[in-house]
């Protein structure tokens, strides 16, 4: 019998990849969304690249408790991976209620319908966000964290609940994972990251200017302490995240309690090496201009990254070339989104529904 994974925040960004990996590995995958920060169009589109379709998609907040619950007793769930939050560290800051209501709420309701349906294995995305100010050097699992805002401190308290629910109920396997900046997109360029109104990130940004979308990149400060100035982030492609959430599923079993890795590669990049990546695979100009440091900013953030590859033997296979590559191509085919109805992002009409 093939296992049946319940991924929460299947149609974001990190979620509809990893939904096609398990698929394309003959996982049953189970959906649920409420679709706060994504379109239903991504789960038609995980089920076209994936070439078979979801086992279901359940429109859930994951907060409704009588509502999670009633999926769990729909399928047998043999493991939960938990995607569903809110991300934008900025609207952390104005909307702090709503931050831990969802992440920090909605990851506590999880975990009491998990057991309540006696499942007990997780896999929860965490965030390189909980290290804070960063010590020079790349970071292991063993860094100290500070985390400087709302989000972060979500991500941590969620990591904390995790470890003592763990201590408490021996039977349960929770692997948390730090991403560091995780960017790019599937290379069919049919699922890609689809940021509502003007991004917060980098690589949409560019990605926006350079077919158009906005006239020019802010560089947010040319004068830290970095090779070049710009700032150093430990960027990964998001299909080295998805597979990384299929090989953790097969290690969940290996420890009892809870485990915590980064997922990054260990190289950094800076916002100039990425520019001039993009402007590079793209054959479009980048206009940039350097304008004062953001507020909350670090000079560099990279992973050490070994951890991982030493407890599975698994490490990321592609590099900032192919990170613009499949973010532009994304970008390209859908240069408004999964709104956009380009003829290949439109596709061919299987008339199959993302769900069986
Ligand atoms: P995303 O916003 O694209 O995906 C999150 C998904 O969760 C969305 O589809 C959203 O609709 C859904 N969701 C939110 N609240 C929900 C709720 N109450 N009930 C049900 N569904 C809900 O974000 P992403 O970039 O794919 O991030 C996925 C996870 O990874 C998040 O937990 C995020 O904190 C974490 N993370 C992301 C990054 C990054 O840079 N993208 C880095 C580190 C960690
Ligand atoms: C990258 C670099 C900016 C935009 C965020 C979250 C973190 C985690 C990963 C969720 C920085 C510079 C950016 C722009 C720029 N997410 N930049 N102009 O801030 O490293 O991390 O995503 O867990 O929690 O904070 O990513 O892509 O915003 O910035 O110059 O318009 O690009 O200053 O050096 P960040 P980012």
Not at 162 to 188: I, Q, T
Not at 313 to 334: E, K, P, S, V
Request: aromatic fraction near 6%; charged fraction near 20%.
């Amino acid at each position: 019998m093939p296992e049946t994974v319940l991924v929460t925040g299947g149609a974001g960004f990190i979620g509809s990849h990893t939904c096609v990996e398990l698929l394309d590995h003959g996982y049953e995958v189970v959906v649920v969304d409420n679709h706060v920060n994504s379109s239903p169009q991504a789960l038609e589109r995980i089920a076209k690249v994936a070439g078979r379709p979801l086992t279901a998609a359940h429109d859930v907040d994951v907060r409704d408790r009588a509502a999670l619950s009633a999926v769990f007793a729909a399928h047998r769930v043999d493991a939960v991976i938990h995607f569903a939050a809110h991300k934008a560290v900025g609207e952390s800051v104005s909307l702090p209620v709503e931050y831990y209501d969802t992440n920090v709420g909605g990851t506590c309701t999880l975990l009491s319908v998990m057991r309540r349906h006696r499942v007990r294995r997780l896999v929860f995305s965490s965030s390189c966000s909980v290290y804070g100010e960063a010590e020079s050097g790349p970071l292991t699992e063993h860094s100290p964290v500070a985390p400087t805002n709302p989000y972060a401190r979500t991500k941590l308290m969620c990591e904390q609940v995790l470890a003592d629910v763990c201590a408490h109920f021996a039977e349960l396997r929770v692997l948390a994972l730090r991403y560091f900046n995780p960017v790019g997109a599937h290379p069919s360029g049919l699922l890609g990251e689809d940021p509502r109104g003007v991004p917060d990130n980098l690589m949409p940004y560019v990605a926006q200017v350079a077919v158009g979308r906005r006239e020019e990149l802010s560089v947010f400060g040319a004068d830290y302490p970095t090779p070049d100035g710009t700032g150093v982030r430990d960027y990964i492609h998001v299909m080295d995240v998805a597979e990384g959430h299929r090989v953790a599923l097969q290690h969940l079993d290996e420890h009892s309690g809870m485990q915590v890795f980064n997922l990054g590669t260990g190289t950094g990049t800076s916002v100039l090496q990425l520019v001039n990546t993009f402007a590079r695979v793209s054959g479009r100009p980048v206009p940039h201009r350097t304008v004062g440091r953001r507020a909350g900013d670090v000079a560099a953030l990279v992973a050490d990254a070994s951890a991982v590859t030493a407890a599975w033997g698994w490490t990321t296979t592609r590099d900032l070339t192919a990170m613009c590559r499949d973010a532009w191509q994304f970008q390209q085919l859908n240069p408004d989104g999964y709104s956009s109805r380009s003829s290949l992002a439109a596709g061919p009409t299987t008339g199959e529904s993302p769900c069986s």
